[in-house]
């Protein structure tokens, strides 16, 4: 009872953080055992790296949550330019995987870390700050949109050279965010035919000079998701979830029960929402998808009782993220777009992302208790003056 005292903010997204954590060790555990056997003799070997993994999640969690969150506003700003140079550092000196360099090893602990994951959130900070501050002059294009559409897009750049699904998460959901604190839509509609031409000419000057990069494995990707022949081998991965789906049926075949996640690459982090499905059913799927959604819901109500702006833009577009990030990967799996390699926030197995996910969800729930404690200021302000 003493250790409850010291959680604050909206006991549902608790709630719902407690019921993704163990969902996440039930998908992770079962997805996992066969590759956790094969490298280390030992089926749990994944099961207790992720509980480790969401131990460490959810101290971040908890010392984000208990910090103020009018202090986000101006560390956003001073973070800012740490985030650009951690991204330039990680293209030059990062580690490579399939000819990208997005990750970086943190000495010590074995554990790889994402910058970009890091940079989505600071910019969504940012974004909020500056939307806050400059309320009575969101028309002037100069002095308000030009720096807040400057860093959003120098930070999706830099992303886009090694991550285009995250680049362009981060982007789309600034843009929303931007909408939602009522820049004028003719801005971002130029900066949305700005971004496409600027895109597209980093693909022809990558393909003309023969760069080697992310472009020739963005495009093979969007010809094989059109590609709808069945026997093609580099749709392996998403006919093998589509199995799984198939099989999982309403209520699936039960917890551990999964065939597919011996055939299905990347089970237990990419493609884990197919898994999911195979073995708790279509009600399973619909019931991760209604833990997101409620997440964005009961930020939404923030949002409504917030009085200041920064506080509700920066909850709404963490929220956004999270769920935004859900949808790609649900959309992944069930094959509605691309393979894009994001994960299942605090579900899929994986340090960087369960570590950043949860930073977010401390900061919205940093949030929820201090809007509360602003409409009380309120009030009490209010009760003196008509005394």
Known sequence: MRTIKY?????????VVVLLAVISLLAVYSSSQSLAYGSTNSTVYYLFKQIVILF????FLFLSHIV?????????????????????FTLIAGREVNSARRAINIPGIGITMQPSDFAKIIVIMYVARILSLRQDFLNNFKETYLPLITWVGLVSFLILIANFSTAALLFGTSLILMFIGRIPIRFLLLTIVGAALIFFLFIQVMNFFEIEG???????????????????????????????IVNGGLIGK?????????????????????????????????????????ILFRTALMVRKSVRTFPAMLAIGLSLLIVFQALIN??????????T??????????????????????????????????REELLETEEVEER
Not at 68 to 85: E, G, M, N, T
Not at 267 to 278: K, M, R
Not at 330 to 339: C, D, F, H, T, Y
């Open 7 to 15: 959680i604050k903010g909206d006991r549902v997204i608790w709630i």
């Open 56 to 59: 460490v999640g959810f101290m």
């Open 68 to 88: 103020p969150y009018h202090y986000y506003s101006k560390l956003s700003q001073i973070l800012l330019y740490f985030v650009v140079i951690l991204l330039i």
């Open 214 to 244: 992310r472009a020739g494995t963005w495009q093979n990707r969007v010809e094989n998701f059109w590609n709808k022949d069945n026997e093609s081998v580099k749709n392996y991965q998403i006919n093998r979830a589509k199995v799984a």
């Open 254 to 294: 039960g917890p551990g029960n999964s065939l597919q996640k011996e055939k299905l690459p990347q089970a237990n982090s990419d493609f884990i929402y197919a898994i999911i499905i195979e073995e708790y059913g279509l009600a399973g799927g619909i019931f991760i998808l209604f833990l997101y959604l409620w």
């Open 330 to 339: 649900m959309g992944v799996a069930v094959n509605l777009i691309p393979v």
């Open 341 to 374: 390699g994001q994960p299942l926030p605090y579900i899929s197995s994986g340090g960087s992302s369960v570590f950043f996910t949860s930073i977010s969800l401390g900061v919205i729930l940093s949030v929820s208790w201090g809007i509360e404690a602003d």
